[in-house]
C-alpha cells in the first residue's frame, strides 16, 4: 500500500483521483475543486438518463411562463420511474424540495441540482474518510476530508450544473487535471 489508500478506494476514478488530491498537500484546494467537478461528471455520465432532464427542465420552464402557478409535486413525482436509483433520484428530491417552498423555473431547477451534486459531493467525502479511516489512520482520514470538503467549496458546481442541464454550453477546452510542464507547477 505504498501508493496510497486511494487505489484501493471502491469508487469510481474520478472520485480516486479526488482522494489523492486531497491525501497530497502539493494540490491546492482548486485543484481538488476540479478533480471533484471531473467526479460528478462522471457520475452523472454513469448514473441519469438526459430524458429524465429533458424532462425536468420541461416541468420547471412551463411552471415559469404559467400565469397561474399550479403545484408541482404531482407532474414531479411522475418523474420517479425515470430518475434511477443514483443521482437522478437526489436531483428529483431536491427539485420536489425546491418546488414544494415556491421555487419554480429554470433557477429553481438549478438550485435542485446545484444542492443534488454538492450533496453527491458530501457523500463522496466521507466514504473518502471511511476509507482511509479503515486503510490509513484517522487523523490522516479526516485531514483528507477536510481538503476535499475545501474543495467542495471552491469547486464550481454551480456552472457544473447549468452544463448538465444544458442551459449554458459547454466549454470548448477540456478540464486539466494533470500538470503538464514545468509552467504548470505548484502556484506561489
Not at 429524465?52 to 403545484?71: A, H, N, P, T
Not at 415556491?102 to 453527491?120: K, Q, S, V, Y
Not at 466514504?127 to 476530508?145: C, G, I, L
Not at 457544473?160 to 444544458?166: P, V
Amino acid at each position: 500500500m505504498s501508493d496510497g489508500p486511494h487505489r484501493s478506494l471502491p469508487m469510481r476514478r474520478g472520485w480516486k483521483r479526488v482522494a489523492e488530491c486531497g491525501d497530497n498537500l502539493a494540490f491546492a484546494a482548486e485543484e481538488i475543486g476540479k478533480s471533484i467537478i471531473s467526479a460528478l461528471e462522471q457520475d452523472c455520465c454513469e448514473e441519469i438518463d438526459q430524458q429524465f432532464l429533458e424532462g425536468m427542465c420541461g416541468i420547471f420552464r412551463d411552471q415559469e411562463q404559467s400565469l397561474f402557478k399550479d403545484q408541482m409535486r404531482p407532474q414531479l413525482e411522475t418523474m420517479r420511474q425515470n430518475a434511477g436509483s443514483g443521482i437522478g433520484r437526489v436531483i428529483l428530491e431536491h427539485a420536489i424540495q425546491v418546488a414544494d417552498t415556491g421555487g419554480c423555473g429554470i433557477e429553481g431547477l438549478i438550485e435542485a441540482t446545484t444542492n443534488a451534486l454538492t450533496d453527491r459531493a458530501g457523500r463522496g467525502a466521507r466514504q473518502v474518510e471511511e476509507h482511509y479511516d479503515r486503510k490509513s489512520t484517522k487523523p490522516r482520514a479526516q485531514r483528507v476530508r477536510a481538503r476535499i470538503e475545501e474543495g467542495i467549496g471552491c469547486a464550481s458546481i454551480k456552472e457544473f450544473a447549468r452544463e448538465l442541464l444544458k442551459i449554458e454550453p459547454r466549454p470548448t477546452a477540456p478540464r486539466k487535471l494533470k500538470q503538464q510542464g514545468l509552467d504548470d507547477g505548484v502556484r506561489l
